[in-house]
C-alpha cells in the first residue's frame, strides 16, 4: 500500500474573534476606570510672623455728589475749584504725607468732578489715591 503524503496545511488564526474580545475588554476598561482630573494646583503659601499694622495711614474721604458738590470727611467744601480742593485737603491732612484720599463718588457725577478732586490731591501733596466702590445688587 502506498500512502500518499498529504501537504500539511498551514494553521490559519481568524481574527474576527479576537478583535470582537479586545473591543469587549477595551470598551470594559472605559467604562469602569476613574479619571483623576488635576483641576486645582497643591501651592503651600508661605507664612510669616509678622505683627499687624497698627499705625493705619490717615484716610481722607472725599465724597462728590451728583450736582458736583464736595464733602471732605463729611463736612461741605465751599468751593469746587482745585485750588479750594487742595487747600481743604491739606487741612484734613494735617500735615501727614502717606494719608490717602477715598474718592467716594456718586455714579452720575460729572467726571470732571473727579478729577478735580485728583488733582487738588496732587496739589495738596497727597500721592496715594483710592476709588470707593459697592457691589452689584444683581
Given at each position: ?42 501651592v503651600?503659601?508661605?507664612?510669616a510672623?509678622?505683627?499687624k ?6 484716610e481722607?474721604?472725599v ?55 485728583m488733582?487738588g ?18
Amino acid at each position: 500500500m502506498k500512502f500518499r503524503h498529504r501537504r500539511a496545511e498551514e494553521p490559519e488564526i481568524n481574527l474576527i474573534p479576537f478583535i470582537d474580545v479586545l473591543l469587549v475588554i477595551l470598551i470594559f476598561l472605559m467604562l469602569s476606570t476613574t479619571y483623576s482630573k488635576f483641576t486645582e494646583l497643591q501651592v503651600n503659601l508661605p507664612t510669616a510672623n509678622a505683627e499687624k499694622l497698627k499705625d493705619r495711614p490717615t484716610e481722607i474721604i472725599v465724597a462728590v455728589s451728583a450736582d458736583g458738590r464736595y464733602a471732605i470727611n463729611k463736612q461741605l467744601v465751599d468751593g469746587r475749584t482745585p485750588e479750594q480742593l487742595a487747600a481743604a485737603l491739606r487741612a484734613a491732612a494735617n500735615g501727614s504725607e502717606d494719608a490717602v484720599v477715598i474718592v467716594s463718588a456718586d455714579a452720575a457725577a460729572a467726571h470732571q468732578s473727579v478729577i478735580n478732586v485728583m488733582d487738588g490731591a496732587r496739589r495738596a501733596g497727597l500721592n496715594r489715591l483710592s476709588f470707593a466702590t459697592q457691589g452689584s445688587t444683581q
